[in-house]
C-alpha cells in the first residue's frame, strides 16, 4: 500500500479521466487505491476505502464465494470479466445493493501481487433489459393474437403463441405468409386501401371486423387493432386480434331470443285487449334497457381505441369497468326475461338441499359491493355462520339479489343498507331495510305487478320484473315476500323461508 501511495499522482492521473469504477487491491484484498468514479459509485468520502477489505464492497451473502474466486484468480494470473454468466452486486456504504459489472486485472509492482477491478453499475442496463423481458412475456402469453408483419412486403415478422395455436401455422410457416394469406374475404388491394390511412399519417389506429382462415379451412370472426410501427430502423404493423366468436354468438342469441319473445307476445296479445297494452309496454321496456347500456359500451368501446398511451391506462381501466358492468345489467334482465318464460310454461326445477346461510348472503353482497354509491354500505347480519338452511339455492341467491340491489338503486348516496335474519319456528326470515326514496302507500298495492314501476322510481334503470319473478318462486316452495315503506324514509322487505326437507 505504501508503493502506491507514493505514486499516487501517477495513479490519479491516468484513473481520474475514466468513468468506470477503478479499484486496487493487494493479495490480502485490501483496497490499496481507488478513483473517483468508485468512491462515488459506492457512496464513500475521498480516500475513504483505501485499507478497508473489498468486503465492504460486496453484499455479505457473497463474501464466502467471491473470497476464494479472488485468491484463484491471482494465482493464475490471467484477465477475466468477473463472475461471467452470473449476477454480480455490489453494496453502497448506506446498505443499497446495485448490480455492477467488474472486469478483473491481474498486476505485479515492485515484487507485489495486486488485482485491478474495473467496476460498472449496470442498474440501468437491467431496468432496460428486465422490461424488455416482461414485455416479451406478454407478447408471447396473450390470449390475444399478436402479429408483426413488414410495412413493405406485408411477411410476417413476429407471430405470438396464442396466434400460432388458433391460427393453425407453424412459425416458420407464418414467416412466408402476409395477412392477406389468412383473410379469405379480402384481396391485397383491399387491404392496402384498408390500412393506407396509417401510412398517410390520417390515423394512428385502424379497427376493423374480418375472417381469420385456418389451416384446417375454418374461419372464425375476428376484430383486428392495428397500427404503424417501427423495429430498428424498419416500419412495421403490429396487429392485435380478438377472436369474437362469443361475442357474435351471444349477439345473434340475444336478437334471436328478443325476436321470438316479441313474436310470441304479439301472437298472445291479438287475443285479449289487456294484453295488448302489455306487448306495447313490454316492446318499449325492450328497447330502452338494451338501447342504454349498449349505447354505454359502444361509447367507451370507441373512447378505449383513442388512449393508446401508457399513461392513460386509468382512462382505459374506467372504460373496462363500464362495458362489463353493462354486459352484466344486460345479462340480468335476459335471465329476468328467461326466468319468465320458465314460470309461464311451468318448467322450473326446484332442488333443495341443505347449504349455509352465509354462503349465499356472502356471494350476494360481494357482488353488491360493485353497485354501491359513494358512501353506501352493506351492514353484514351477524348470527348467521353457523347456519344451514334446506331450500333452493338458486332461488334464494336470485330473491336475495333483487332485494339488496333494489335497496343500493333506490337508496341515495352515504345512507346504510341492513340484512337481518331471525330464526323463527316455522322457518327463517331475513330482511332488507333501506333508507332509500319509499313507495307512496296508492302504488304498495301494484309493487309486485308484472312491469310496474313507481312513479318516482321511472328514471332510474329496471324492468319491473325482478320483485314479480322472486315472489313467485318463493312462495312456490311455501315462503312469502312482504315489504312495508315509507316515502322518502325506506323501505323494509321481508323474505320469508319455510323449513324444508332435502330431496
Known amino acids: 500500500m505504501q508503493d502506491f501511495q507514493e505514486n499516487s499522482d501517477i ?13 486496487v487491491v493487494d493479495s490480502n484484498q485490501i483496497v490499496v487505491a481507488t478513483n473517483t468514479s468508485s468512491e462515488q459509485m459506492f457512496g464513500y468520502e475521498k480516500g475513504e476505502l483505501l485499507g478497508k477489505p473489498l468486503d465492504v464492497l460486496i453484499p455479505k451473502r457473497y463474501h464466502a464465494g467471491h473470497d476464494a474466486h479472488v485468491e484463484k484468480f491471482i494465482a493464475k494470473s490471467d484477465k477475466r470479466q468477473m463472475g ?3 449476477n454480480l452486486y455490489g453494496i453502497c456504504k448506506d446498505g443499497k445493493e446495485f448490480p455492477v459489472e467488474a472486469g478483473l486485472n491481474p498486476f505485479e509492482f515492485y515484487g507485489s501481487s495486486y488485482v485491478m477491478a474495473l467496476v460498472i453499475d449496470i442498474t440501468e442496463r437491467k431496468n432496460r ?29 413476429n407471430v405470438n403463441k396464442e396466434a400460432q ?27 392496402e386501401n384498408l390500412i393506407s390511412p396509417l401510412l398517410k399519417n390520417e390515423t394512428t389506429k385502424v379497427k376493423f371486423e374480418t375472417k381469420h382462415g385456418r389451416k384446417d379451412g375454418t374461419t372464425y370472426p375476428v376484430e383486428v387493432h392495428l397500427q404503424l410501427s417501427t423495429l430498428g430502423e424498419k416500419k412495421v404493423y403490429v396487429a392485435f386480434i380478438l377472436d369474437i366468436t362469443e361475442r357474435k354468438n351471444y349477439t345473434e342469441n340475444l336478437e334471436n331470443i328478443v325476436e321470438e319473445r316479441t313474436q310470441q307476445l304479439t301472437e298472445a296479445l ?44 386509468p382512462k382505459r381501466d374506467k372504460h373496462v369497468t363500464t362495458i362489463k358492468n353493462k354486459v352484466k345489467y344486460l345479462d340480468t334482465i335476459l335471465n329476468d326475461f328467461l326466468s319468465v318464460e320458465r314460470l309461464e310454461s311451468g318448467k322450473v326445477n326446484y332442488k333443495i338441499e341443505e347449504f349455509p346461510l352465509s354462503k349465499i348472503v356472502n356471494e350476494v353482497v360481494y357482488n353488491s359491493n360493485m353497485l354501491l354509491k359513494s358512501g353506501q354500505q352493506i351492514h353484514y347480519p351477524d348470527n348467521i355462520d353457523d347456519l344451514n338452511i334446506n331450500f333452493d339455492e338458486k ?38 331495510i333501506d333508507q332509500g ?54 323501505s323494509t322487505f321481508t323474505l320469508s323461508i319455510p323449513k324444508l326437507k332435502t330431496n
Open 395 to 432: 332461488t334464494l341467491e336470485l330473491a336475495l339479489s333483487n332485494l339488496i340491489h333494489n335497496a343500493i338503486k333506490y337508496s341515495p348516496e352515504d345512507t346504510t343498507i341492513n340484512i337481518k335474519v331471525e330464526i323463527l319456528n316455522t322457518g327463517y326470515s331475513i330482511k332488507v
Open 270 to 313: 291479438a287475443v285479449e285487449k289487456e294484453l295488448n297494452e302489455l306487448k306495447t309496454r313490454f316492446l318499449s321496456l325492450v328497447s330502452h334497457e338494451f338501447k342504454t347500456p349498449l349505447s354505454s359500451i359502444l361509447t367507451s368501446i370507441t373512447l378505449l381505441g383513442k388512449y393508446t398511451q401508457t399513461d392513460q391506462q
Open 11 to 23: 495513479f490519479n492521473l491516468l484513473s481520474e479521466g475514466v468513468s468506470e469504477g477503478i479499484i
Open 165 to 191: 395455436r388458433n391460427i393453425g401455422y407453424s412459425i416458420d410457416e407464418l414467416f412466408q405468409m402476409t395477412p392477406v394469406d389468412i383473410k379469405p374475404d379480402m384481396t391485397t388491394s383491399e387491404f
Open 84 to 86: 461471467h454468466g452470473r
Open 437 to 490: 326514496i319509499g313507495i307512496a302507500e296508492e302504488e304498495q298495492k301494484h309493487i309486485f305487478n308484472r312491469y310496474f314501476r313507481a312513479e318516482n322510481a321511472l328514471l332510474t334503470q329496471g324492468t319491473g320484473i325482478g320483485l314479480n319473478i322472486a315472489k313467485q318462486h318463493i312462495e312456490n316452495l311455501g315462503g312469502s315476500l312482504l315489504f312495508s315503506s315509507v316515502i322518502n324514509k325506506g
Open 129 to 157: 433489459e428486465e422490461e424488455l423481458s416482461h414485455w416479451a412475456r406478454i407478447f408471447d402469453e396473450s390470449l390475444n393474437e399478436i402479429f408483426v408483419f413488414d410495412a413493405e412486403n406485408f411477411k410476417f415478422l
